[in-house]
């Protein structure tokens, strides 16, 4: 199976912009599966909910959903992509996971970072396992956003859940999740893909730069790749997601298995 992420720099309220340059830089790529950053189209920084809710589209709908669409049937791949998403009156930190037969799941971002706060509405779908067939396999994938991974809850959750892919759309600004996505993927055994951003959004008197380095584990802890921090990147690797069904790290240590919960959240 081929995985990948896209890294670049969104450029804050242009999403026509954005979404061209997400199919120049897929355009001669093959994937089953790719993620994309966490509001990829739109950028970050907005001051009001006013200026974010133009730009959010409703989930399965809008522009920025038809062009994953159609990369997704012209690739027949899987995308994941961060977007603003609204609903009634909420606007949500979303991901939206896109086939080639269209709109196959949301997650919500559960653990808003700072001033996101004062934008969106926490995530209330909680943390979810999706099943995806490829042309070869089925997979089953996760979706974490960004701040998500400061819980390693939320990727227990997910790997316990039965997740072999840990897909993880991000906007990163502090300079600890790359490495930290080290003990992810080795304490839950399976493989991550960290797609950030990089560049710096702009917004009257405020600014916030993005840390780039987008990386990719297997289930023992490599970094199969590791992005400049600084450059649009589009890293494609084949997999065996089968290998993050094995929780076994030697014959008589099983991750999952030696699990003692009843020590656990006291
Ligand atoms: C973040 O959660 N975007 C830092």
Request: with cysteine.
């Amino acid at each position: 199976m081929k995985i990948g992420y896209l890294q670049f720099h969104p450029e804050l309220g242009n999403p026509a912009k954005n979404i061209e340059k997400i199919k120049y830089l897929l355009k001669d790529k093959e994937f089953d599966l790719m993620v994309l950053p966490e509001l990829a189209n739109t950028g970050y920084l907005f001051n009001t909910k006013e200026e974010l809710i133009k730009l959010s589209e409703k989930a399965g709908e809008g522009n920025f959903y038809n062009s994953l669409f159609e990369i997704a049937k012209t690739k027949n791949a899987h995308l994941i992509s961060g977007f603003a998403e609204s609903d009634a009156e909420n606007i949500y930190n979303s991901a939206m996971l896109v086939s080639p037969e269209g709109i196959k799941g949301i997650y919500r971002k559960v653990h808003l970072f700072d001033e996101e706060k004062k934008l969106f509405t926490p995530g209330n779908y909680g943390l979810k396992t999706f099943s995806i067939s490829t042309k070869n396999e089925t997979v089953k994938i996760g979706i974490m956003i960004c701040f998500d991974w400061a819980f390693p809850e939320a990727a227990r959750t997910l790997a316990l859940q039965g997740s072999q892919i840990i897909c993880h759309p991000s906007n990163l600004v502090m300079p600890y999740c790359q490495k930290a996505m080290f003990a992810r993927a080795v304490e839950n055994r399976i493989f991550i893909i960290t797609a950030n951003r990089y560049g710096t959004d702009v917004s009257g008197e405020k600014s916030i730069s993005f840390t780039g380095g987008s990386v990719m584990l297997d289930y023992s802890g490599n970094y199969l790749a590791s992005a400049p921090v600084d450059k649009d990147e589009v890293f494609i690797a084949g997999i065996n997601p089968g290998d993050a069904l094995n929780k076994f790290i030697n014959p008589n240590n099983n991750l999952f298995e030696d699990r003692k919960e009843e020590f656990y959240y006291n």
